[in-house]
């Protein structure tokens, strides 16, 4: 069955700290993967997404994630985290037509 | 250029009543979705289309019906509205082959409470 996991509800740094969020998932191809970022009260934001080739794909405000195959994950990550990156982030796998979203993981940075 | 819009943003409606949920995109996409958000659950997909005049089903589709009968807009209804169907929705579109290919935009979402 195709799922999507995100084992993180809530994850809490400090300002200037390092982040990793993980997501893993299962799907009988080679999936898109998508990471979206939802502040309170808002829509969906698109902060990266990979399709195929370099499996280290670059996204919006600094945040970067890996596609490994291997281990049928695609963790985000950014260097050092802004006060106003505290959101919800939701990974999402993708085919043809539909696409299946993780639970999220809350993100709060404490300054 | 508006992108996704949802009317309305929030909505109250009594158990057993009826509404429908309006979901227009300015971008010509052929796809377009309906997902519902509850509190530890993620985005769960209601019902989808990939083209005008054709729908299909999500994962949670019981309970609510669609239309498409332009390509601009996608419609959700609700005919007899259920406590279980508070939630939020969110509608997205997406381009079929092209630069964003895959790529879905998503609409500011619609607060719908269920008394």
């Known amino acids: 069955a195709q799922s999507v996991t995100q084992p993180d509800i809530h994850i809490t740094v400090s300002e200037g700290a390092s982040l990793e969020l993980r997501c893993n998932y299962s799907y009988g191809a080679t999936p898109y993967l998508f990471w979206y970022v939802q502040s309170p009260g808002q829509g969906l934001q698109l902060l990266l997404k990979?399709?195929?080739?370099?499996?280290l794909v670059q996204g919006i405000k600094g945040f970067e994630a890996e596609f490994k195959r291997s281990q049928s994950s695609f963790n985000l990550r950014k260097p050092s985290v802004h006060w106003s990156d505290a959101a919800e982030y939701f990974c999402?796998?993708?085919?043809?037509?539909?696409?299946?979203f993780g639970t999220g993981t809350r993100l709060k940075v404490l300054a | 250029n508006a992108g996704v819009t949802q009317t309305p943003k929030f909505r109250v409606l009594k158990t057993g009543q009826s509404m429908t949920l309006l979901c227009a995109q300015d971008m010509n996409h052929e796809y377009m979705y309906w997902y519902r958000q509850d509190p530890g659950m993620g985005l769960r997909l209601i019902h989808y289309?990939?083209?005008?005049?054709?729908?299909a089903k999500g994962e949670v589709p019981d309970g609510y019906n669609v239309s498409r009968l332009k390509k601009q807009n996608f419609l959700l209804g609700l005919e007899s509205a259920a406590p279980s169907q508070t939630s939020v929705y969110f509608c997205?579109?997406?381009?079929?082959?092209?630069?964003?290919?895959?790529?879905?935009?998503f609409g500011p979402g619609t607060r719908l409470l269920v008394l």
């Open positions: 999402a796998v993708g085919g043809t037509y539909k696409y299946i």
């Open positions: 289309s990939v083209g005008e005049g054709t729908t």
């Open positions: 990979y399709f195929s080739g370099d499996t």
């Open positions: 997205a579109s997406r381009s079929s082959p092209g630069p964003s290919y895959g790529t879905q935009y």
